[in-house]
């Protein structure tokens, strides 16, 4: 069967949204459209119980147990914002101390150095060569001013999932709460904020075959009860913590994603864990000097990141592009002109920070797509290596370290 | 980011792409940037030692489609120059030609280093100064 292009594999971005989802949310934007808030007439009353089991939908798949612990957001960056200062706001007189890593999305280190500014305190832990974050390096992190441990469930670069439940049993007992930024986890593996200890939970709904402009931030109501000192100011909406008129079709359109996760999340994960693999030893099998980014094992099931050395991502991408959609963590591709901080943080150095590229796999992703795209970098890293500088020098047996390079 | 036409026409058919043998009479080689940057070029040119004239030029270069762009820019028009006029070419003729945007301009600077750098590199080891003769001629 020959494959449709262009091929979209870059679905930690975002993914497309699920037909069934749209399906769900259409009415609400036209006969169902009321207001949430309206509560003196059945347009109201309708959109307010649409959002709310959207609501219930959502709590369902993160083990939530009450859905008013779910407030809606616009997405999963001011989720993390509202996680980070409401808390830093709210807490300010039992400490000023923040634990986080430095692989964290800029959703979360952003708001962390604006609040460092402020006087803020903010350990940045390292990471391991796979992306993990030790846990008793966590513990050793925490002072007596520690009021939150904000740590990722799992990356959306290179899909290396943090020892979440571990991260949550410590911060219980030391009674500091633990925010986490899951919205690369979140409807992909298994998430459940009661058995890991998570206290606030960010998450987005077009990670998740939802629509992009909808996100949630799970709030714990009970042991403990968490406060959080609200950052848009208005109506009152969403009990207070977040004004703003909830958009209800996005929110009838997220719990339905997130229902359609749930039941399918087994067999999706391990269908997507069986692609990513057939995609990874068909290029590694066939590149020499081609290295896996990320846990080789406690790795999300749709990610595959590959640094190839002696090439670089953006001009691999310029090769693939008008066929396959994906990634690099190239200086090229930022919008900062650095090469990714996350890759740079597994200590493998610049260079092969700026040779990485992601897959991102998703719902429907084919077989014939993943051999496509396998064969395809294979051909175009092979053609950029016969025109790499550094390629040659390593085939003539020079150590590129051992060259005095002249940087700008 | 979209690419100008000629980016991509000189990523996807690059001139001049090799190396020449080492012991080449005539031959400079530069080689700038760095891996860490991201960037790396190596650019040769071979000297007509007679008449101080470059009659070809080879590129290799790690880095983006507008670095890959950009020295095999060069390499066409080094083919021809006297070493002199080689000196003339300017970055900016190379974001003119390419229609580089802001945040690419570094390769085309780069590109008129590693111009720079073989020409240095063929006259310290050639020890004749014909950039000289030729640009006062």
């Known amino acids: 069967m020959a494959v449709k292009l262009p091929i979209f594999m870059d679905a930690n971005s975002t993914t497309p949204v699920d037909p069934r989802v749209v399906e769900a949310m259409l009415p609400y934007f036209t006969e169902k459209f009321g207001h949430p808030g309206s509560r003196n007439h059945p347009f109201g009353w309708e959109a307010e119980a649409a959002m709310d089991r959207g609501r219930e939908q959502l709590a369902r798949l993160i083990g939530a147990r009450d859905p008013k612990e779910l407030v809606f957001t616009s997405g999963g960056t001011e989720a993390d914002n509202l996680a980070i200062k409401g808390v830093v706001e709210m807490y300010r007189e039992k400490g000023n101390h923040i634990v986080t890593t430095a692989v964290e999305p800029r959703s979360v280190l952003d708001p962390c150095q604006r609040l460092e500014k402020q006087g803020v305190a ?79 939970l960010s998450c987005t709904a077009h990670k998740i075959y939802g629509p992009k402009g909808i996100g949630a931030l799970y709030v714990r109501r009970r042991g403990p009860r968490v406060r959080i000192a609200s950052q848009i100011d208005g109506g009152g909406h ?39 693999d057939r995609l990874q030893d068909r290029i590694l099998s066939a590149v020499d000097e081609a290295y896996l980014n990320g846990h080789p094992e406690r790795r999300l099931p749709h990610v595959l990141n590959i640094s190839f050395a002696y090439v670089e991502g953006e001009s691999v991408l310029m090769g693939l592009n008008r066929e396959v959609a994906l990634s690099s963590g190239s200086a090229c591709t930022s919008a900062t002109l650095e090469p990714s901080y996350v890759i740079q943080a597994l200590g493998v150095g610049a260079d092969l920070a700026h040779s990485s590229i992601r897959y991102g796999l998703h719902r429907f992703t084919t077989e014939e797509e993943v051999d496509y795209v396998a064969d395809r970098t294979v051909e175009v890293v092979r053609r950029l290596r016969e025109m790499s500088p550094l390629y040659e020098l390593a085939k003539e047996g020079v150590d590129l370290k051992s060259i005095q390079w002249k940087a700008e | 980011m979209a690419y100008s036409d000629k980016v991509i026409d000189h990523y996807n058919n ?74 003339q070419i300017k970055n900016t003729d190379i974001v003119n030609e390419l229609k580089l945007p802001p945040v ?34």
């Open chain 1, 122 to 200: 903010v350990t940045y832990l390292p990471v391991d060569p796979a992306g993990l974050v030790d846990v008793d390096a966590v513990r050793r992190a925490i002072t007596d001013k520690t009021i939150l441990i904000s740590i990722m469930f799992a990356n959306n670069e290179i899909g290396t999932i943090q020892s979440v439940a571990e991260i949550g049993k410590l911060a219980k007992e030391r009674g500091i709460l633990f925010h986490t930024d899951a919205t690369e986890a979140v409807g992909k593996i298994p998430v459940d904020v009661e058995k890991m200890g998570v206290d606030l």
């Open chain 2, 14 to 87: 690059p001139r001049n792409v090799g190396s020449f043998a080492k012991e080449t009479p005539g031959l400079g080689t530069g080689l700038v940037g760095a891996p860490e940057c991201g960037d790396v070029m190596k650019l040769q040119i071979k000297v007509n030692l007679d008449t101080g004239v470059i009659e070809d030029a080879k590129f290799k270069t790690f880095g983006c489609g507008s670095a890959i762009a950009s020295s095999s820019l060069a390499t066409e028009w080094l083919k021809g120059r006297s070493v002199g006029d080689a000196l």
């Open chain 2, 104 to 137: 690419k301009i570094h390769c085309s600077v780069l590109a008129e280093d590693a111009i720079k750098a073989a020409i240095a590199d063929f006259q310290e080891k050639w020890a004749v100064r014909p950039a000289e003769t030729v640009a006062e001629r």
């Open chain 1, 238 to 276: 969403e009990r207070g913590a977040r004004s703003g008129t909830v958009p209800v079709a996005l929110a009838v359109a997220f719990g339905k994603a997130a229902e359609l996760c749930r039941e399918v999340m087994a067999d999706e994960a391990a269908h997507l864990a069986r692609l990513r």
